[in-house]
C-alpha cells in the first residue's frame, strides 16, 4: 500500500497514545498519518479492567481494534513501517521552496522503512507515541532522557517538545503506564496541536439539534448539531458495530513477554 507524499499530522506509534491522538487531531480536518511499527505492549494485558465504560473489563487485543476501527473512520491513515529519521525541511531552515500539495509549508520530512525500501513523507507536525523508540528523533536535537535501554522525550505540560512543531505523548514521556493515561494524554497532545495550528476549532462535540442555532448562536468549529433521526441512526450503527466487535472471542492468542516464549510476538501456545 503506497505512503502518502504528505499530510498535516504525522503520528509515530499505533498504540493507545498514537491511535487516540491522529482520531483527535484527523476529527480536526488536518490529514494524519500513523506509521505504526510491530504490536502495541498493550497486547501483552491478560485483561484489561480499568479502562472506563467496561464494567467487567475487556481483552486488550479487542481493545486495540476497537481504538483502530476508531481512528480509520474518522479517515485516519495508517501505515506499517518504521520511522527511522526526521529532518528538517529546506522551508523549516529559511529557505523559499515549492509549497507541499496542499498549499502549507512541510517543516519536516520523514524518512519510513517499510517492505525493504525507503519511503518519504513530508508533514507539518510530529507526533512522537513510539513506546519505547525515540532514535529518530535525534537528528532534530528533540531532548531527550537516556535511562538504560529507555528513552525518554521531554515535554511540557501539554505536550509540546524542545523542537516547535514536534509533540510527544504517552509513555514515551514517563507518564503512567496506564491505558487510559495513555489515551488521555493521547487526547490532550493532539487538542494541544490543534490549538498551535491554524485550525478553526473550538470543540470536538457532537450536540443536539437547536443547541447552539436555537440560541441564535453559529455552531462553533469542530462541532456539529444533529437532529434526532441522525442520533438515532449513529446509535443503532454504534450498537450494531459494538455487537460484531464483540460476539465471538478475539482470534489472536494471548501475548506474554518475547523472552518467555520462542515467539518474537510474544504469542502463547494455548
Known amino acids: 500500500m503506497e505512503f502518502p507524499n504528505s499530510t498535516d499530522v504525522l503520528v509515530v506509534g499505533g498504540g493507545v497514545a498514537g491511535l487516540t491522538a491522529a482520531t483527535f487531531t ?36 479487542l ?24 529532518e528538517r525541511t529546506d522551508e523549516a531552515n529559511g529557505a523559499e521552496t515549492e509549497h ?10 520523514a524518512s519510513v522503512e517499510t517492505d525493504g525500501t525507503v519511503e518519504t513523507v513530508r508533514t507539518r507536525f510530529i507526533v512522537a507515541a513510539s513506546w ?21 522525550v521531554d515535554v511540557d505540560e501539554c505536550g509540546r517538545t524542545s523542537v516547535e512543531g514536534v509533540y510527544a505523548a504517552g509513555r ?8 487510559v493515561v495513555a ?18 476549532y473550538y470543540h470536538d462535540w457532537v450536540t443536539p439539534e437547536g443547541y447552539f442555532t ?26 450494531e458495530v459494538m455487537r460484531e466487535y464483540f460476539a465471538d472471542p478475539h482470534p489472536e492468542p494471548q501475548r506474554t513477554h518475547p523472552s518467555l516464549v520462542d515467539d518474537e510476538l510474544g504469542r502463547l501456545d494455548e
Do not use: M
Open 214 to 239: 436555537d440560541r441564535e448562536r453559529e455552531v462553533p468549529p469542530g462541532c456539529e448539531e444533529i437532529d434526532a433521526e441522525e442520533r438515532s441512526r449513529r446509535e443503532q450503527e454504534s450498537r
Open 132 to 152: 519505547s523508540d525515540a532514535d529518530y528523533l535525534d537528528e532534530l536535537d528533540v531532548t531527550i532522557r537516556d535511562a538504560g535501554s529507555k528513552r525518554y
Open 100 to 109: 507541499d500539495a496542499d498549499g502549507e509549508d512541510a517543516w519536516f520530512v
Open 183 to 200: 489515551a488521555g494524554h493521547g487526547a490532550e497532545v493532539a487538542l494541544t496541536l490543534i490549538h498551535d495550528s491554524d485550525v478553526a
Open 26 to 61: 484527523a476529527r480536526a480536518g488536518l490529514d494524519t498519518l500513523v506509521v505504526n511499527d510491530g504490536e502495541s505492549i498493550l497486547n501483552r494485558n491478560a485483561h484489561l479492567e480499568n479502562i472506563p465504560g467496561f464494567p467487567a473489563g475487556v481483552n486488550a487485543r
Open 63 to 86: 481493545f486495540g481494534d476497537l481504538l483502530d476501527e476508531q481512528a480509520s473512520r474518522n479517515d485516519v491513515t495508517q501505515r506499517e513501517g518504521r520511522v527511522v529519521s526526521i
Open 172 to 179: 514515551l514521556t514517563e507518564k503512567y503506564h496506564q491505558a
